[in-house]
């Protein structure tokens, strides 16, 4: 979609500097812009690539110097370059209209607009409510509901019950609502507890390619609204995600841990089981949180087990230091011994 | 399915405290159950739970008391719970009947009651006994061997020659007998080892979704009766696990590494190849197991390399105090120069 | 496919002791060879499991000596038994001929011996080169190119506009140019970073099952010739990969990180965003790279934060003496106290 630089700065709540009816047609970055792209830049090293840059137009922090482009002044560049894509980037389509292989159940309910790529299967009783794309091979199991306007790529599971918010997207291989992994041992063998319960995906969640987020046993698993998560996330069986939270690639969440609002969670992290992480704490990749444990609202925590992260620090400068002690003992033995 | 209580009862050899003909028709948490639903308690806090509940009937510990319900007494409520549970709850249907967009081939043999979904592929000479239902989406390749009363969840990958026991469940997105993971470097590039063995998934297995488990180099990868594995578990060629193992989400377990029997793996635990992993073993969450090592029967470890879970407590709380042994040092330093 | 003895010699530029019409028809392990499978032998162990084969023919490094079969003395057993099986034995084909059922845009132009499986989706302006196989339910999204004799297995997806070199196998349920994970808070919420770039992936790469690939930002995700990716890899937006560097499974490299040529990276290993792992580099297993760090050319290592292998294990034996040291310490404080 084409705008004009003016109207990029209503949107934005930007300043413009140069000409108002210089058209934006597209994002980029510096290396790759074109004269009618937007770029943006936030730090003197991305200065230095936008003014290298073909780009006829850029958003700017309050004090940056870029000669010869039209500038759209923002607090957060970013933020505005972000805000500013959602809107000249048309999103790509996943389906138009219903295709004739589409295998969709007499009961289901499908608003009118909504889109069903070919060999999309829906089972009875689902429910889709205006706006939403559902991909090729995408299978939605009995009963699930989905809100309006989602996004669901090709080869999607939902497994039967399953529900959904509104502008959800689910990438491609996601499996949302399978069985959660528990078993009681007993008679030489495990039987399985039963995962019966439900899961719940709230509304403005981006589920990655390949990630896996378990029903409940016998509770439900609930996935706040705005979260994120990236690809290869595994969510357990009763898990809680608070609002605004976002999850990095490969990272496991065990059975009934809670996650709190705005937390931030690196790749391959591991929550056992039991867990709390309370609002806005920031667990860095690779930690291990072990059963049980609690991560304290806007703690900072790294490492397995998971400690401060000043804390993680301070034992791996004296891990590394431990030879020079020992030397500096081993001297001070034979001066003792001397004595 | 509706039992009496007096037939649970039976079922499950438990004691029966209450009216025998009350009618149990689900299970359920304490805190979502309606007057016919079954629950059960096993801990003072759970019992609280129960004792709040609307739940008709409760499975409970021989010591515990609950006035006004049902009471079923078992040594093992939550067992107990699981085994009725089997019973109580009608498992999902998968597929029913042969739909008729299923691509199969002519010389498929498939017992006359098993069931696939739409748009499942199945190859030449593929074999699949009584009872099984085969989801949509799901690609048996050639020469596949399905046992009895399996549940395949739409859009599971079996590559061509994969042997699978009775009453298996395989999850959405497993894969089953993909290429291992074997170059062989020479001449600046990468050729590939042979990928050609087999995989054979014995009775009673579970997997999880999106997992993946390679077929051998030369030999086979064996997964022994009853093991259960999470989702997004990695096995790799020639890999074999012994029966009534248990592996949770995230871990991998690399080239020709044998895993014992009643063996627990916890999460994103990484076993290197050839290791040895003997019965009864648990491997604590994100251990590293290296590259040939040994973890010996009922040994418990953690820890990247894993060792004896005592061991690394002991570690790990005296890299809290080198700080404090650094201090001592120290001052112990400036009294001997004093001297 | 059937060769002689002879022939073989020819092939791998080996020499010939015995029999030179000696015909051999596949490979196998020296345990469940047959008398016309072809086996090798690089290690004492090895060879033991050679001599009780009944395979007829093997390869043996120069020194070896095993009685009683033809023989084939190569520099590199190992690699000269690879190069003979990727002849001996017949890929499996995953698809022949166009599947009617495959859905096929009228704009994609594909080469006349293409072929594609049953269900397979090749969307609008899609190009295939001669040769490859498009396995059943794969989704080519709008744009892609695949380029000759690739191998797409059942069930993977290509978002919009990925390209793909020659000699390509990418394994069932592997997604390659879904969306980065990429966002910007502001006003209380994520919005979503453009993820507008591109994906490709040279000649001669081999991508497992279940594994991701992302597209750029806004730039272009690289997998460079001959690259080989293990199962469940997570690749984030952005990253280059060198040639013929090779990732295990389940390990995740992070946005804009550059990795080499050549680079060995072990399973579950995290590299963090925009670091630089330079060429014929060597990452431990579950080591960690944190943020912007560089491994060095031709380095090894280990641990979280990774550091050199040697001084992983200085740091880690040192770790296991510190209780030692601090009774020693102990000891001379009363022996000072005293004085």
Known sequence: MEMTAHELAQLLSATLEGDPAFAVRGVAAPETAGAHDLIYADSPKHLQRAAASAAGCAILGPEAV??????????????????????????????????????????????????????????????????????????????????????????????????????????????????????????????????????????????????????????????????????LVQVAHNVTIGEHSIVAAQTGISGSSRIGSRVMIGGQVGIADRCRVEDDAIVGAQAGVPSGKAVHARQVVWGTPARPLDRFKEQYAWLGRVSELAARLKKLESLVVKD
Do not use: M
């Open 66 to 231: 870029l000669p010869g482009k039209v500038i759209l002044r923002a607090a957060q560049p970013k933020l505005a370059f972000a805000r500013a894509a959602a809107v000249l980037v048309a999103e790509q389509r996943i389906a138009t209209g219903i295709h004739s292989t589409a295998v969709i159940a007499p009961s289901a309910r499908l608003a009118p607009d909504v889109s069903v790529g070919p060999y999309a299967v829906i089972e009875e009783d689902v429910e889709i409510s205006k706006g939403t794309q559902v991909g090729a091979f995408a299978f939605l199991g009995c009963r699930c509901r989905i809100g309006a306007d989602c996004r669901i790529f090709p080869r999607v599971t939902l497994y039967p019950g399953a529900r959904v918010g509104d502008r959800v997207t689910l990438h491609s291989g996601s499996v949302i609502g399978s069985d959660g992994f528990g078993y009681v041992f007993g008679e030489g063998r495990h039987w399985k507890f039963p995962q019966v319960g439900g899961v719940e995906i709230a509304d403005d969640v981006e589920i990655g390619a390949n990630t896996t987020i378990d029903r409940g046993a016998l509770e439900t698993t609930r996935i706040g609204r705005g979260v994120k998560l990236d690809n």
